[in-house]
């Protein structure tokens, strides 16, 4: 039987469709071969930047280590699709917009990839400038005394907001920078699919967070997407919405419906996309990559 391109395939049964990818994954399989691009601009040097959420952290056939990078991450898909005759994958976890300039652990700085010769890039960065990851082992701590309030927002709201401060800054370097060493690319910022639902009454045990703070995380990761959405548009480059699509698929749904981890049992994947998560992103990418 012929496989249609696999994002049409999506487009037109997603949920079944990334539930039956999900189930190739995990049984070792490898991801469906695109090769009808027809009508598609081509790319030829693709530079995929950014942190745990673009390297795929928690999935299976991880390329590096102490990046915790895997070939089932979205960028990994998108070079699938369109096979660049050169991939460069950067993406590490732990990466903040600084680790742009400044090396991530031994991986040197990530714009190093980055060359006159290269027409894509994607970026996916900013939850770790506002120590998000630290916030959320907070909000667990917390949430194990009670479930009621927002314990976690009343002790780490001042220094998420120093957080946002501080990329109003570095968000609008870090694209004019790109846009400097790579003036011919397509950029394109990769929004944070949202972990958290706006409701933290629909939370069982494997998110033990208060629900008030469920509901600040919520708004605190659409905050983020929100200014990386302005800044991409003030600075020419293309955002892509992922927080739309995962609705409805956050971590406190059944297992059957998410596409985000949840918090317990903890793994390096915890509140991390999971494979059918970033098939689904790398959907929007190459979505938006066609127009």
Not at 9 to 14: A, D, E, I, Q, S
Not at 224 to 237: H, I, P, Q, R, Y
Request: with cysteine; proline share 5%; hydrophobic share 35%.
């Amino acid at each position: 039987m012929a496989l249609s391109h696999p994002y049409s395939t999506v487009r037109k049964g997603l949920v079944t469709a990334a539930a039956l990818t999900a189930s190739l994954l995990t049984s070792g399989a490898a991801p469906a071969t695109a090769a009808d691009v027809s009508g598609q601009r081509s790319v030829n040097h693709y530079v995929a930047l950014g942190d745990s959420y673009a390297a795929g952290t928690g999935l299976s056939q991880q390329t590096d280590a102490e990046c915790m990078r895997s070939k089932g991450s979205y960028p990994a898909w998108i070079a699938e699709t369109y096979k660049p005759s050169v991939f460069k994958d950067v993406t590490c976890s732990g990466a903040t917009t600084r680790s742009l300039w400044n090396h991530e652990g031994s991986s040197a700085p990530q714009v190093n990839a980055l060359t006159r010769d290269t027409d894509l890039v994607t970026v996916t960065l900013g939850g770790n400038d506002l120590g998000f990851s630290d916030v959320i082992t907070r909000c667990v701590l917390a949430g194990l005394t009670t479930r009621e309030g927002t314990p976690c927002r009343d002790k780490a709201a001042k220094e998420v907001d120093a957080g946002f401060a501080r990329l109003n800054t570095r968000l609008p370097d870090m694209l004019a920078d790109i846009e400097r060493r790579s003036p011919q690319a397509r950029v394109v910022v990769v929004g944070y699919p949202n972990p958290f639902p706006a409701d933290g009454s629909t939370c069982g045990s494997s998110v033990p967070v208060a629900k008030g703070d469920v509901a600040w995380l919520h708004q605190t990761t659409n905050r983020l997407n929100f200014m990386l959405e302005l800044v991409a548009l003030t600075k020419d480059a293309e955002y892509v919405d992922t927080s739309t699509v995962f609705r409805g698929h956050d971590m406190c749904r059944p297992s059957s419906a998410q596409w985000i981890n949840p918090l317990l049992p903890v793994t390096s994947g915890s509140a991390h996309p999971n494979a059918v998560g970033h098939l689904i992103t790398a959907v929007e990418v190459y979505e938006r990559l066609k127009k």
